[in-house]
């Protein structure tokens, strides 16, 4: 089967890497692709994941028999929409279910519809509204741009004055552009978050596993949210007990109320969780997409062949009996470069890489999946002969251990082989793992 998949960062690394290991693969495509995916890969750089026509005209140039949307802006824009029009299986869902993700209002309607447990909420398009309910509520809150924000429109706001310059720099400021013209603010729980996903034809679903990211820009969560700065997979916090609450509270109603509004899902969904001290769980957000960095070490840690789940979800057409198979624990670290998430440089050289591959070599090499580099946002430098920063998020450290312990230990090891000028990383990813 020849696939294409659209993007390139580290997801769309991680998914490329694994697709390339199916047996069943006969050709892989990326647009536009990175330096990192070219070794996997035949990629476009002049077709952007946002060009609509060009990848409709990409696809049936190469006889794609599979497009793989990586992520979530084309998605909303309507690309699965055109690619079904013209013929192709497409893994992602259609322009209105990707509303889910493109719209905290839509989501928050669409929950509270169908009963669906999650945080209490109110929308505001005025922001004199907004900051008059932050005066009222007087507690803790979240704010959040209505919009897209590639994952960092989020506020976590302990205090008033931290929601009302929340509220100024989406509303006012338009940090996030037209993401943030309106917002929701949103009751703060308490608990542990928690990444759960499902892939699914519209009717059928296949689980994956749990994973926890880390959005906050600091060890111990401080700072600001970022698009993720390390996940690990499995998440203790999701017993046997947790994950039957999720899917029946959850994910099925989900799928059921997508179909009754006229909105049938395909794709996968990624489901943003609270987990209470109860083990009750709480949705946050929906995503229509694989995550970052999660989707890394869940593909380090997937045994099963990802490529024909992908392609029975795209046609309408899962088993009843698919399941996913996993082993061991992975553990992705995300080394970014120096002011993000806010501004920072780029074109900064990267050094070591040739040592991170010895010391994959070492782990039992990047073929059985034991420490993998994905490039998240690198480009290679003028000479051709190094690799160096493009963008916030640099490259996502992934390694593969018979423990979240041992995992976190190898990928550390590795992050100590890797520098380039203002790199950063959170030194504690895991850590809620490792202190059960």
Known sequence: MKVLVIGS????????????????????????????????????????????????????????????????????????????????????PSAEAAQLEGSKAFAKAFMARHGIPTAGYAVFDDPAAAHAHVDAIARPCVVKADGLAAGKGVAMCA?????????????????????GRRVVIEEWLQGEEVSYYAITDGVRIVTLAAAQDHKRVGDGDQGENTGGMGAYSPAPVVTEAVEKKILERIVHPTIRGMARDGHPYQGVL??????????????????????DPETQPLMVRMTSDLLPVLAAAAKGALAPDTAIEWGEAAVCV??????YPRDYATGKRIEGLEALARE???????????????????????????????GGRVL?????????????????????????EGMHYRRDIAARALSR
């Open 334 to 339: 995300v080394l970014a470069s120096g002011g």
């Open 396 to 420: 996502g450290i992934t390694a593969r251990g018979s423990s979240v312990a041992e995992a976190v230990e190898r990928a550390y090891r590795a992050v100590g082989r890797v520098r380039f």
């Open 159 to 179: 205090t008033a004055s931290d929601a009302h310059v929340a509220i100024d720099e989406m509303m006012a400021a338009r940090r996030f552009g037209d993401a």
């Open 9 to 92: 960062g580290g997801r769309e690394h991680a998914l490329a890497w694994k697709l390339a290991r199916s047996p069943r693969i006969s050709g892989l495509h990326a647009a536009p692709g990175s330096a990192g995916m070219a070794e996997l890969a035949v990629c476009h750089p002049e077709t952007k994941a946002g060009d609509i026509p060009g990848i409709v005209a990409l696809a049936r140039r190469e006889a794609i028999e599979l497009v793989v949307v990586g992520p979530e802006d084309p998605l909303t824009a309507g690309l699965a929409d055109r690619l079904r029009e013209a013929g192709i299986a497409t893994f992602g």
């Open 270 to 291: 990624f489901v943003g969780l609270m987990i209470d001290a109860e083990g009750e769980p709480f949705v946050i957000e929906f995503n229509v997409r694989f995550g």
């Open 360 to 390: 994959a070599a070492a782990a039992g090499g990047v073929d059985a999946g034991s420490l993998v580099v994905f490039h998240a946002g690198t480009r290679r430098t003028a000479d051709g002969q190094a690799f160096e920063t493009a």
